[in-house]
């Protein structure tokens, strides 16, 4: 198959590249910066020649977006919403204008739309959109209203002939250098990997290899079209999340870290603490409904396969 895949330079983009090329197809990136062949050059706003590649091709998988793990300044916000709305849109104008469409188009878009929550799992039938829960800070509605905007864009695109399906994601979870695993993995090692702000918030994840056997399976059924959850169907509380990872890795105490201190750390880390405290309970639904065998789907088991294949594994704690 000929796919191509907008924003596929990031971290999702080489799981995908990876195993899709490893697989036999003909993979093309679309990226602001090309830097090596099947870099095609785009500007994630407004059609250009890399239309082309669009008109022909089997799939489509948009994947463009602002890094999410930034400070939440009015100024960062704006740019998680317009990279987002603009990307999808212009996808769909190229979809819209090929001669011969693409058949399936899969937008990403992310587990965060459903409420922070800890009570229930949220599927696609019953789960509950996010944005009004009381008790959280405000500006994490914005993060809803981005997935819900991003969303928006998916339904409104004129494509008939192409069947859509937005890809609710949990953290992805592989073994690569600057993932969010790594990131995980490195705060364990340094001692810091216990509970944050009482780690009863839940984890929603997914093993790289489960999300690449996943987009691939959704490619393939034709009877599955709108939002899937991309989840593992075991989301576990931050605490026996971390608990799980440091034994993966060998690592026998993690210090817990209060609200405050995730506020002081994620602002060191440039990054903001919804990412750690909202509770993501997320379950996959519809793919396990259509049949779907998950490879990983117990955290403990993952996390020990992504420390071996990172090569991180042992109990080298101080030479980490
Ligand atoms: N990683 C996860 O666990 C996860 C989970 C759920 C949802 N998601 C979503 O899935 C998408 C891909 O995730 P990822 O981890 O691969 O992200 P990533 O590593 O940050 O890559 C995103 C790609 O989007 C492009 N991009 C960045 N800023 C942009 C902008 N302002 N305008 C247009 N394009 C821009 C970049 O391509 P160029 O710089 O080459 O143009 C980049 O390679 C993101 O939208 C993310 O929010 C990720």
Not at 233 to 247: G, I, K, S, V
């Amino acid at each position: 198959m000929k796919i191509v895949i907008p924003g596929g330079t990031g971290q999702i983009g080489a799981i995908l590249d990876r195993t899709l090329t490893a697989a036999g197809h003909d993979v093309v990136l679309l990226t602001r910066r090309p830097a090596r062949d099947g870099h095609v050059h785009w500007d994630a706003a407004t059609l250009g020649p890399w239309a082309e590649k669009i008109d022909g091709c089997d799939v489509v998988i948009n994947l463009a977006g602002r890094s999410v793990n930034c400070r939440y300044t009015p100024a960062n916000l704006r740019a998680m919403m317009d990279s987002r709305v603009r990307s999808t849109r212009v996808v769909g104008e190229a979809v819209a204008a090929a001669a011969r469409p693409p058949r399936v188009w899969l937008q990403m878009s992310t587990a965060t739309i459903y409420a922070h929550r800890f009570d229930a799992p949220h599927d696609e039938a019953t789960g509950v959109i996010g944005g009004g829960e009381p008790g959280v800070p405000g500006y994490w509605a914005y993060s809803v209203e981005i997935a819900k905007a991003w969303e928006r864009e998916l339904e409104r695109a004129g494509t008939p002939r192409t069947r859509k399906v937005s890809l609710r994601a949990a953290m992805v979870m592989s073994p690569d250098r600057g993932g969010v695993f790594d990131v995980l993995l490195r705060l364990a090692r340094l001692g810091l990997g216990g509970p944050v702000g009482g780690g009863a918030q839940y984890v929603s994840w997914i093993h790289d290899q489960d999300f690449a056997r996943a987009v691939a399976f959704l490619i393939e059924r034709e009877d599955l079209a709108g939002p899937v959850n991309l989840a593992a169907p075991d989301p576990l509380p931050q605490r026996a999340f971390m608990r799980a990872l440091r034994r993966a890795r060998g690592v026998p105490v993690g210090l817990p870290a209060t609200r405050w201190m995730a506020e002081a750390g994620a602002f060191v880390l440039r990054s903001d603490t919804e990412l750690l405290l909202k509770s993501r309970r997320v379950v996959p639904g519809r793919l396990l409904g259509a049949g779907f065998t998950f490879g990983h789907p117990e955290w403990p088991e993952a996390a020990a396969d992504l420390v071996r294949r990172s090569g991180r594994g042992g109990m080298d704690v101080l030479a980490a």
